[in-house]
């Protein structure tokens, strides 16, 4: 009789085995199906293929603005787009302004406070943009109004 | 996991072909789709879509006046032109926003709590949001709230940040209960120097472990009668973007001192050392300096009240009349903790002044209305300033003030462009 019973509860522990292996293996599949990449990176660290196409939307520049991003479209903004641009839009750069030192610092504060990582060879590429093209404009101590829209005032 | 109001967010407008294509973007897609060739990507995250390819109408998702300026689309920050402001008490629409983290997804008003916790409690006590409302007397007041930051695109050196020109103010009315209530109802041993806000925004960098933004205000601020924990915005609940369902507001204050989302407050015995309270956020240099001097932290000082400062808000800048008409100007004008005593305006860059009729605030720390006509001498290009005088006898500069590391505190004269004849 205890003989009995004991094979019999092998055989459940076996069958509930088997259940929630084919359980896993279905939710796998699932998340597969809806994110084949999951499973496709081996580390963090991804090949740039340079061959492959430019998606067309993505490149589109008007009077040397980037349309997509607001970046100057001047060497070395695909570098902006892909460091600067997970946690804020690209309009925190371009609303900006300052010299080398202002751009490394600021850098430097992200990395240390905000989780930015290690830009590595791009960052000085990405300073000689920014100090470029993100340079500060001296105006006087108070500006002429400038972007004045006129227009007949009514009653 | 928490979901937010981002553009990120599987939100309505997409198109179907950016939503596959988002789907099927791995990071080498994304970058090969950005002619990116030679990107240093071995400390690139792996699993993000760049904003380049996300998209959401804040407008829409806010519900906000077309009008309004988007300083940032990722966190949203929108300015209100001035014109807009016109209204004494400023609709929900045309509201600027200021955020430093994610907006909060799928509020639970019926699971939402406030819990009162910190060094100087008696002991720590959660409220429901029913338990808020109905335990204690509600009261309403019009609060100015002004981001500390408005004005900053003026500074040179440039100061960073959004950078804010005039509009980042508004006047509403707040109704919700008083803090000083909540708090004796917690018990506030004697030790209490500031209470800090916590909230249910997100960092910006998704880590669960940072705020975005933990700030407060000193306890005699905090025990003030106008000092409340509102539910309620110009009589409806506060919309998602102002702080659903609940949020703090200390009018007079820089904004960043009125947390939304709110859902915890420490009562402190130190100066509370939540995110963004550190030098040099909301901080100035204690003593004056020099425009770009490199500021210690030990020298810069937290901001409490904001500066004197008004608006014009009619007509719109860039009005033609023409010769022999007269023009009325009208806007608001408000001093942080203090009241406004006289608004002047100037067509002639400050060598003459005439006085406007200035109402007084409706109570307490609600920005004032002033109005006045003017008349042109002859034709041609004029300047309108505005320049608004506190109770101390300390009136707005019509230059930039002090210059200051992160570009607080500018309240230069408002000025508008008008064209006569």
């Known amino acids: 009789m205890d003989d009995l019973l004991k ?19 279905v939710i796998g599949l699932f998340f597969w199906n809806q994110n084949p990449e999951i499973f496709s990176w081996e580390s963090d660290s991804v090949e740039l293929s340079e061959s492959e196409e430019l998606e067309p939307e993505s490149g589109i520049t008007e009077e040397g603005i980037h349309l997509e991003s ?60 920014l100090s470029k093209n993100y340079a500060p404009v001296q105006e006087g101590r108070r500006a002429n109004l400038s972007g004045v829209q006129w227009y007949e005032l009514e009653d | 996991m928490k979901k ?48 380049a390819f996300q998209d959401s109408d804040p407008f829409k998702l806010f519900n906000k006046n077309k009008e309004l300026i988007v300083l940032n689309n990722k966190p949203w920050n929108l300015e209100t032109p001035p014109h807009l402001l016109d209204d004494k008490i400023t609709p929900a629409d045309k509201m600027f926003v200021r955020n430093n983290g994610l907006i909060p997804e799928n509020v639970d008003v019926n699971t939402w709590t406030l819990t009162v916790d910190g060094e100087s409690v008696s002991q720590s006590k959660t409220y429901s949001l029913s338990d808020l409302k109905s335990k204690f007397k509600n009261y309403t007041y019009q609060l100015t709230l002004e981001c500390g930051g408005n004005g900053r695109s003026e500074f040179f050196p440039p100061a960073s940040g959004n950078q804010w020109k005039v509009g980042a103010v508004s006047c509403a009315n707040w109704t919700g209960i008083r803090l000083k209530d909540l708090l004796k109802d917690v018990g506030l041993k004697p030790d209490a120097v500031y209470i800090g806000y916590h909230s249910a925004d997100s960092h910006l960098s998704n880590d669960p472990n940072k705020e975005p933004i933990s700030r407060g205000v000193p306890i005699a601020k905090a025990l003030q009668d106008e000092t409340l924990i509102a539910f309620e915005m110009n009589g409806s609940p506060i919309p998602i973007a102002h702080g659903f369902p609940l949020r703090l507001v200390a009018g007079g204050f820089p904004a960043s001192a009125s947390g939304k989302w709110l859902n915890r407050i420490s009562v402190r015995n130190i100066i509370h050392d939540g995110a963004k309270m550190e030098a040099p956020s909301y901080r100035v240099p204690c003593n004056p300096v020099a425009p770009g001097t490199e500021v210690s932290n030990e020298d810069m000082c937290i901001i409490e009240s904001m500066p004197v ?18 023009l009325e100007i009208r806007g608001h004008a408000w001093a942080g903790e203090l009241e406004v005593k006289k608004v002047q305006v100037s067509i002639d860059f400050g ?11 409706v109570n307490r720390l609600a920005w004032q209305h002033f109005k006045t006509i003017l008349n042109f001498p002859k034709e041609g290009y004029y300047e309108v300033w505005a320049k608004a ?23 230069a004269c408002h000025r508008i462009a008008v064209k006569v004849g």
């Open chain 2, 351 to 361: 060598a003459t002044w005439q006085d406007c009729l200035l109402d007084p605030p």
């Open chain 1, 7 to 25: 094979a019999f509860r092998l055989l459940m522990i076996g069958l509930a085995s088997i259940a929630v292996l084919l359980l896993i293996l």
């Open chain 2, 389 to 411: 005088t506190d109770t101390n006898g300390t009136s707005q500069p019509m230059l930039v003030p002090g210059w200051n590391p992160k570009g607080y505190l500018n309240n």
């Open chain 2, 4 to 51: 937010h109001i981002a553009p990120n967010s599987s939100h309505k407008q997409e198109s179907n072909g950016r939503r596959n294509f988002l789907k099927k973007s791995s990071m080498a897609v994304m970058a090969a789709s950005l002619g990116i060739e030679i990107v240093h990507a071995a400390k690139l995250p792996t699993n993000y879509v760049p904003l």
């Open chain 1, 70 to 129: 607001g970046l100057v479209a001047d060497d070395g903004y695909q570098l902006i787009i892909a460091n600067c641009t997970k946690c804020h839009s690209a309009n925190l750069v371009t609303q900006n302004r300052g010299n080398r030192d202002y751009w490394k610092s600021l850098i430097i504060w992200m990395q240390t406070t905000q989780g930015l990582w290690e830009l590595g060879d791009s960052e000085e590429k990405i300073l000689d943009y």
């Open chain 2, 309 to 326: 400062k008004s608006l014009i808000t009619y007509p719109k800048s860039g009005a033609m009349i023409p010769m022999n008409k007269k």
